[in-house]
């Protein structure tokens, strides 16, 4: 039995305590086996694709529970910048950008990909426009920092984001939540599991999320934009035939619709303070109407020879977008954009994952295929009238074979090494047709082929029975790809895949009777083959022009620590804190102006979360919880790769805080939040001036403030 520790309250302690703050630092999910009140509950992670406790797996890794997601106010991917250590995460024209560790992906069109692996169940969601769909009914979220090559294969060279959703459980429960706060949001969440038979479980959830546009139109529109209009709902059925055999199907829908995002005149950011900086002057209205569905299956087998999973799923997801390209200027006629695409995914994977004598292994076969129609316009171009381009279709297929296995030497002594064998190809047909009538139509014909292999080798010590070292080394890559036109007519044609191998020397560590939960690691990256705009000059008639081209090298070393401390049977200190030094080695993205030594976009020097949360037991039974927290972030840029400018957001600080009552009973539980005290304006994006009209930024949520109703059954 562990022991408690008790405390010495003391007006100092409780002066410093009631300043620090929760919303920070990867706190970890409250789940697993035999809790103990009033210490840090170990929890269970498939970061590793099978089931270990997290103070156990040998990787950088934050996990975050459904409930503290929930607290904080988590409804998509970009709120886990606040709540995990060296992660970025923006929305940039609808789609969701990932940046771990100065580490990202500025390609966000069809045939871009992404640098952070994103999945839902254990399913890969490949367009990052998937990525900014509502949270809801979640289990916890993984967030694994450094490359994932062995067992999430491409487009991992930054790491993984795992979403696992709550599952059909054998006993009736439900909950339903109503969320009100300013600009006119309101947010339903509702869940009903229900066991069927003695087979078969099965869970609802649904979940509408909507509010008012947070930057001001000075047009009078009808909606303003940075809005949100967001239903989506699950079902899932669970089968266990036996304790060695299960079946679990799901299908999920979302709709987005809105204004959707948008940005101020970067003149307007750098200018203007306070509500000021969220005034933006679009050039005309715009509108989303983006629809994602899906379906899976997960077989889940015991047998002699180990446990057997076979998963296999498919996405839909439709784009139907229009927006007014920048900002309005006098005399000057708008540009309209309208995005018309559709995406379609189908992936299987195999995994065996098996225990005997000093070993466990793990091996699998994996095959993903997309393809995708595009037909994107731009009207009352300058100069020509309309600009469109008609991509149909966009074809990209995986397969991979991997296998990971650990040997443990003694009971404290494990080594492991894994291999992933990809084989890709990718093409494209269409084409790009300026004026209207037609001027001119050219042809946009390409197609990659190569396969990589990535690995990863590490040794793991457990000095003692709750402190574990470990050092890894590990390989990742991102998929290589092309540019515009056919092989006769750009030199420039295709690029190769980026990679990135990573060093990295971690310890993990329960300590003070499970009070204090501790994890700390340094980390070493050679990042090379960097996929970033440059200019090419075409070796047989001289011209140049901008391309996607294998055209840098970076370094990036860092180090991060995050934890837990129970400082008394009813408080708890969050505490994270990272250093990142992130720069490019050799990057010309002109050939006058070289970037060596400059930082890469998103990437923070420093930054420091300090959080506390305090239970209060009233005498009626109920318990009253309060939590404030604040996140400092040193200075980062946001680079414009394709007129060679990087630009500064300054340091800032970001606090939050709410309060929780909950009756004896808990049968429902009322709280109110505030969420960046400060009202900090962060730029989160960057747009080039374009046609005549100005450069813009993205920008951050405001101050947010509201109540939330929950109530279970």
């Not at 994103?118 to 890969?124: A, I, K, L, M, T």
């Not at 600009?183 to 969440?189: G, Q, W």
Request: aromatic share 8%; with cysteine.
């Amino acid at each position: 039995m562990l022991q408690q520790i008790s405390f010495k309250k003391t007006a100092t302690a409780s002066a410093v305590t009631a300043f620090l703050a929760i919303q920070c630092g990867g706190a970890l999910a409250q789940t697993g086996p035999a809790e103990v009140p009033n210490t840090i509950q170990e929890v269970i992670v498939t970061a590793q694709r099978v089931a270990q406790p997290a103070s156990k797996t040998p990787l950088s890794l934050s996990v975050l529970s459904g409930e503290e997601l929930k607290a904080a106010g988590a409804v998509n991917a970009a709120s886990l910048t606040n709540l995990v250590p060296n992660v970025q995460i923006s929305n940039n024209g609808g789609a969701t950008v990932i940046t771990i560790r100065g580490v990202s992906s500025a390609d966000t069109t069809e045939k871009g990909d992404p640098s952070a692996s994103f999945n839902v169940d254990g399913v890969n969601l490949a367009r990052p426009q998937s990525a900014g769909l509502a949270f809801y009914d979640l289990e916890r979220v993984e967030v694994l920092r450094g490359p994932q090559g062995t067992l999430y294969g491409r487009n991992a060279t930054a790491g993984a984001i795992n979403l696992i959703t709550n599952k059909p459980v054998d006993h009736f429960e439900s909950s339903a939540s109503v969320e009100f706060g300013n600009y006119n949001s309101i947010k339903l969440d509702g869940m009903l599991n229900s066991k069927i038979n003695n087979i078969l479980s099965v869970r609802a959830a649904v979940s509408r999320s909507k509010h008012d546009g947070y930057l001001r139109s000075t047009q009078n529109l009808s909606a303003n934009q940075d809005d949100d209009d967001t239903l989506s709902g699950r079902i899932q059925g669970l089968f266990k035939f036996n304790p060695d055999l299960s079946l679990l199907v799901s299908a999920d829908a979302s709709t987005l619709k809105g204004a959707g995002p948008g940005s101020v005149p970067y003149t307007t950011f750098v200018s203007k303070s306070g509500e000021a900086q969220r005034t933006a002057t679009p050039s005309g209205p715009s509108s989303h109407n983006d629809k994602a569905r899906g379906s899976n299956a997960e077989f889940k087998a015991r047998t002699g020879a180990g446990d057997f999973t076979y998963q296999v799923a498919h996405r839909n997801l439709s784009l139907d977008i229009v927006s007014a390209t920048g900002q309005l200027v006098p005399d000057v006629v708008s540009t309209t954009g309208s995005n018309v695409s559709s995406f379609s995914q189908t992936s299987h994977e195999l995994r065996l994952a098996s225990s005997f004598g000093a070993w466990k292994t793990i091996g699998g076969l994996y095959w993903f295929k997309e393809e995708s129609a595009i037909d994107g316009r731009l009207i009352n171009f300058p100069q020509f009238g309309v600009l469109r381009f008609v991509q149909d279709p966009t074809i990209a297929q995986s397969k991979a074979a991997f296998g990971e296995a650990t040997y443990s030497l003694t009971p404290e002594l494990h080594l492991t090494a894994g291999l992933r064998r990809t084989s890709d190809d990718k093409s494209r047909k269409g084409r790009t047709i300026i004026g209207d009538p037609v001027l001119v139509t050219t042809i946009n014909d390409a197609a990659v082929s190569y396969a990589q292999t990535t690995g990863r080798v590490g040794v793991d010590y457990a000095p003692s029975k709750n402190t574990m070292l470990y050092t890894t080394l590990a390989t990742g890559y991102k998929a290589g790809g092309f540019n515009d036109g056919t092989g006769a007519t750009n030199p420039f044609l295709k690029y190769d895949p980026e990679h990135l191998t990573s060093l990295e020397v971690g310890i993990k560590g329960r300590f003070l009777d499970n009070h204090l939960q501790l994890s700390a690691d340094m980390f070493l990256y050679d990042y090379k083959d960097l996929q970033l705009t440059a200019v090419g000059v075409d070796p047989s008639t001289g011209a140049s022009a901008s391309q996607t081209l294998n055209a840098a090298k970076a370094s990036v070393t860092g180090a991060e620590v995050e934890g837990k401390y129970m400082v008394s049977n009813n408080g708890k200190i969050n505490f994270a804190a990272t250093y990142l030094d992130a720069h490019f080695k050799s990057y010309k993205p002109k050939t006058t102006v070289d970037w060596e030594g400059r930082s890469l976009a998103k990437s923070p020097k420093f930054t420091v979360a300090l959080g506390y949360t305090h239970n209060l037991n009233l005498d009626n039974g109920a318990t009253l919880s309060g939590t404030i927290g604040t996140r400092y972030s040193a200075s980062y840029v946001i680079n414009d790769y394709g007129n060679a400018q990087q630009f500064t957001q300054g340091a800032y600080h970001m606090s939050d805080a709410n309060v929780t009552y909950s009756p004896s009973g808990d049968k429902w539980m009322l709280q109110g939040y505030v969420r960046n005290i400060e009202n900090k304006t962060i730029m989160t994006s960057y747009g080039a001036s374009f046609a005549g009209f100005p450069a813009v930024a993205g920008l951050g949520t405001p101050r947010t403030a509201g109540v939330r109703l929950s109530t279970y059954f």
